[in-house]
């Protein structure tokens, strides 16, 4: 085998995909979809006459603190997102009447789904080439937030269950102290996670 050949050989068996990588990607991807599935159906909740007024406002609540913990890994791991949209200014004020709050919260989700959820797959979803290793912990990252939120959604659509206990607790102050923290941890990410931002396609559109 001439030297050029040797060496094409072992680029291409560089480029390998581990069967643990082939297996955690299918597993993230497959709990992506689900999640999709679950968003739809917190959307309907959300616009059901019968769902409470209480149930709108913890519905809020709980879509706030899926975006602030997505921000908090992005930050965690110096990810700046260029031409970033804000996240919007919503109250789940109970001065606010039930139909002002169902468009709050119908807001909220549609940035969640379509903004949140992309800027944070963009950022730590693993190219094929990403040693196995750390596309297990970016994996693993991914799955945990999207478990947890699944959760939160859960326990506010399920009918056994209280409405979204841990986010009726969730003040509106400690929200304004939640996204303060966000802000003062921004720092510059390196050229290649930037271009990783900006160049990944949305998998979730």
Excluded: W
């Amino acid at each position: 085998m001439s030297q050029s050949s040797s060496l094409k050989s072992d680029a291409a068996s560089a480029f390998t995909i581990l069967p643990e990588f082939a297996a955690a990607k299918a597993a993230t991807m497959e709990l992506n979809q689900s999640f999709k599935t679950k968003l739809v159906s917190f959307r309907s909740f959300i616009r059901k006459t019968t769902t409470s007024k209480d149930e709108v406002r913890a519905s809020i609540r709980c879509i706030g603190r899926c975006i602030d913990n997505m921000e908090i890994s992005l930050n965690d791991y110096e990810v700046i997102v260029e031409d970033k949209v804000d996240r919007p200014e919503v109250s789940s004020s109970e001065d606010l009447s039930h139909d002002q709050l169902r468009s709050n919260a119908t807001l909220l989700l549609k940035y969640f789904k379509n903004r949140t959820l992309e800027y944070f797959f963009a950022a730590f979803f693993p190219p094929d080439i990403t040693h196995v290793d750390d596309a297990m912990a970016q994996f693993g990252l991914i799955r945990s937030h999207l478990e947890n939120c699944e959760s939160l959604i859960y326990k506010q659509t399920d009918a056994s269950s209280l409405p979204c206990y841990d986010c009726l607790n969730t003040s509106e102050e400690e929200g304004m102290k939640m996204k303060m923290r966000i802000t003062k941890r921004k720092r510059k990410m390196s050229k290649h996670e930037e271009e990783r931002v900006n160049i990944r396609s949305c998998l979730l559109c």
